[in-house]
């Protein structure tokens, strides 16, 4: 699995994923290019088998991240792609000397609660009615070890 930043001809493969999940928020590629012109963003890539697996975007906001957005397409699931961009995101934080990381998820998307506690986020806030004034958001937060 190559993780690496992505470029403007991965943006309709990106679309093309969050498709995949109907119902969830979706950028399109006019959001992702709207994030090239934002100093704090970084969107990278998960890249398989030759084609673009998934995505996440972030912003650095020192002291902490924001994951704004992740998906990995069907195709591609729970081969690593997901944890693997969200190490990278781990990566860039670290070297950036963020201590947080955030997040917002839909309280439905139990795959994605599953993954993000197994990378050691825990819930630290509810947003009701936060998606389509239906669905709550949970706030999760990761935090990372002070450097020496």
Same mark, same amino acid.
């Given at each position: ?31 992702? &290019?709207?994030? %090239?012109? *934002?100093?704090?963003?970084?969107? @990278?890539? +998960?890249?398989?088998?030759? $084609? /673009?697996? !998934? ?48 997040? &917002?998820?839909? %309280?439905? *998307?139990?795959?994605?609660?599953? @993954?993000? +506690?197994?990378?050691?986020? $825990? /819930?630290? !806030? ?23």
């Amino acid at each position: 699995m190559l993780i690496r930043r992505a470029r403007k001809e991965d943006y309709a493969a990106f679309a093309a994923i969050e498709a995949q999940y109907p119902g969830f928020p979706a950028w399109g590629p006019g959001g992702f &290019e709207t994030e %090239e012109g *934002n100093r704090n963003s970084v969107t @990278l890539a +998960a890249e398989a088998e030759g $084609e /673009v697996a !998934g995505f996440i975007n972030f912003w650095i906001l020192r002291p902490q991240v924001q994951l704004n957005t992740l998906a990995v397409a069907r195709a591609h699931a729970r081969r690593g792609a997901a944890r693997a961009l969200v190490g990278k995101l781990c990566e860039y934080a670290a070297k950036n000397l963020c201590r947080e990381i955030d997040l &917002e998820v839909n %309280e439905r *998307n139990s795959g994605a609660i599953a @993954l993000y +506690a197994a990378l050691g986020f $825990e /819930v630290v !806030g509810r947003r009701p009615k936060f998606y389509n004034n239906t669905d709550a958001a949970l706030l999760m937060r990761r935090t990372l070890p002070a450097k020496d």
